[in-house]
Structure formats: structure tokens, C-alpha cells
């Protein structure tokens, strides 16, 4: 029997000298793989403001202007398992390139939702590393 449930996330794509911000999923369907920093709107927020705040949340950057990339919500499916059971993720987003930001980033998580962030070179990344939604972007962006 498959599971299936929805999540619906805003999601920063950043890039700085030709490498791709990423972060370490600490948990989750994604768990293990790299993710694009993100996640879901708290009630009463504005999809920007939500940016902001998981971006800051997970990488310890500060959003100074950000864009949407597509006008449209982005909706993917995603097979995974979990003790033995098989789940089907129905995975809505909307994609947001931050073009300017300051700060530093983390690379130690609060092992919450992240497991710390890192730069990587898009040659450096594979189907196998990545969430569905990386894979996505880069894709979608070639």
C-alpha cells in the first residue's frame, strides 16, 4: 500500500561564482540528499517573507532582493521509502532566485531541517544527491 501526502514550500535558488547554495536535509523525504534552502509559509506570512526567513533559518543569509523564477507553482512527485513502507510526495513550489544577499553561511545545521549549507559546483552534484527539486531547477534552467 502507498502513502501519499502534499507539501507546499517557497525555495531560494542562489548562486555566487558559479556554485549552487545547497543545504543538507536533516529529515524528511528528502533526508540525506542536498536541498535548496526553503520551506512552508507560517500562517499570515507573504510567500517573500517566508523566503527571507527559511533562507536565514537554514543558511544564516540575509535576503537583500529576490525574484521569482516562474510565475506558475511547480508541482513534482517524489517515490521514497520509509521502513519498508512506500510513500508518494506530491511536492508544490514556488521557486525564488535571490539575486542579492549578505552574510555568511553556516555549515553546521540544527540537525531540525538541516544538516548545515554548502557551495557546490553544479558539476559536482548528481541525480543521486539531490532532492527531486534540484534536480528540477537545474534542469529546467539549462
Known amino acids: 500500500m502507498t502513502n501519499y501526502h502534499s507539501h507546499f514550500g517557497i ?6 561564482d558559479n556554485k549552487l547554495l545547497l543545504i543538507k ?8 540528499l542536498l536541498d535548496l534552502p526553503g ?5 499570515g506570512e507573504t510567500n517573500l517573507q517566508t523566503l527571507v526567513r527559511e533562507i ?3 543558511t ?3 535576503v537583500i532582493e529576490a525574484k521569482k523564477l516562474f510565475d506558475e507553482v511547480i508541482t513534482l512527485n517524489y517515490h521514497y521509502k520509509i521502513n519498508n513502507k512506500d510513500y508518494i510526495l506530491k511536492h508544490s513550489a514556488l521557486f525564488y532566485q535571490v539575486k542579492k544577499f549578505s552574510g555568511e553561511i553556516k555549515t553546521s545545521g540544527n540537525f531540525e531541517d538541516s544538516n548545515g549549507a554548502l557551495w ?3 558539476s559536482e552534484l548528481t541525480k543521486i544527491s539531490c532532492s ?3 534536480v528540477f531547477l537545474i534542469e529546467k534552467l539549462k
Open 132 to 134: 527531486r527539486l534540484v
Open 11 to 16: 525555495y531560494g535558488y542562489i548562486k555566487q
Open 60 to 62: 544564516n543569509l540575509e
Open 56 to 58: 536565514k533559518e537554514e
Open 120 to 122: 557546490l559546483e553544479k
Open 25 to 32: 536535509k536533516a529529515r524528511g523525504p528528502y533526508q540525506g
Open 39 to 43: 520551506g512552508s509559509p507560517n500562517q
